[in-house]
């Protein structure tokens, strides 16, 4: 297998022209490959060799290339390539490449360029293709996401699937010099490393428990009842369930049904299932009922109330 072969076989089939003329090949070759369609453009000076529609992983290749040596899937295709297919939901976007911060690199369609100061410090350039670390991938997703309800999602996510750990990802935080929001990213990484494990009981602790003065109870406590093996918060004893399926036989039916099941707790049950509607919507009720039980059970204190209470 010649030189160029094994870069192709070696790059999902993508070469740059710095890299082919540096194997030996003339500008007249390229411009031949080219009529003969063995090669086809995707960005200036990067090639693939079909004229086919490219898979995620070649235009992942093609903005790596594009960028040239010194640079790395960053943010979202960074996670990207180390998640996985999995994450297919996520393949219609720019590709996004970091580069260090004195350079610049000529912008394509579908690709977004970062350049970033600690670039050697972050950048994986022994991989294939080269992309940031994991975690200050992550975080860097984490930045940049809209809503604190989103930056709960993208850790919780990453922890969720066991490639990093809400621990790990302090220590990243941590070591930066310059972190936007800093105190509020730590207080919800602390979250997560104490066992908030999803967008829903990180709302449930931030927006019913903590405005009202509720105790926060014990999160992800393990148990064997009625089929099941963990609970999401125990209050000593009452045990809440927190439903994060968007739907079910319709967005509205199923928030009734929960409220329904809300209200039942007040007078007398011990489980509270709660969903996005109890928590995001009605958070001030949520958090009056839920103190009403948890006084009945032997709670001495008394629910606050917040800002947003009516």
């Not at 290339?65 to 720019?94: K, M, N, Q």
């Not at 918060?233 to 399926?245: A, I, M, S, T």
Request: hydrophobic share 35%; aromatic share 4%.
């Amino acid at each position: 297998m010649d030189k160029i072969s094994e870069l192709l076989r070696d790059q999902d089939g993508l070469v740059s022209r710095r890299q082919a003329l540096g194997l030996g090949l003339k500008q007249h070759d390229l411009e031949r490959m080219l009529r003969r369609r063995e090669l086809a453009t995707v960005h200036p000076g990067v090639y693939v060799e079909h004229t086919g529609p490219l898979t995620w992983k070649q235009r992942a290749w093609a903005a790596v290339l594009l960028a040239g040596p010194g640079s790395a899937l960053s943010h979202t295709s960074a996670v990207r390539i180390a998640e996985g297919p999995g994450r297919r939901h996520v393949d219609d976007r720019d590709i996004e490449v970091a580069v260090d911060a004195d350079r610049n690199v000529t912008p394509a369609q579908g690709v977004h360029v970062h350049r970033l100061r600690d670039f050697t410090d972050r950048a994986l350039t022994n991989l294939a293709p080269p992309r940031i670390r994991y975690d200050d991938a992550v975080l860097d997703v984490t930045l940049d996401a809209p809503t604190r309800l989103d930056t709960v999602a993208v850790l919780a996510d990453a922890c969720g699937g066991r490639r990093t750990t809400a621990q790990r990802l302090l220590r990243t935080a941590r070591s930066r010099s310059r972190v936007r929001d800093r105190a509020s990213l730590l207080g919800v990484l602390e979250d997560v490393a104490e066992g908030t494990c999803s967008v829903l009981e990180h709302g449930y602790l931030d927006r019913v428990l903590r405005p009202h003065g509720l105790p926060e109870g014990l999160r992800q406590v393990r148990y064997s009842h009625a089929g099941r093996t963990y609970t999401d918060v125990d209050h000593g004893g009452v045990l809440v369930e927190l439903d994060g399926r968007l739907f079910h036989d319709s967005a509205v039916a199923r928030d009734l049904d929960l409220g329904r099941d809300l209200s039942a707790a007040v007078d007398g049950l011990e489980t509270l299932r709660l969903g996005y509607g109890q928590v995001f919507r009605d958070g001030c009720a949520t958090a009056a009922a839920v103190g009403a039980v948890l006084q009945r059970r032997g709670w001495d204190g008394e629910p606050t109330r917040c800002a947003d209470c009516p």
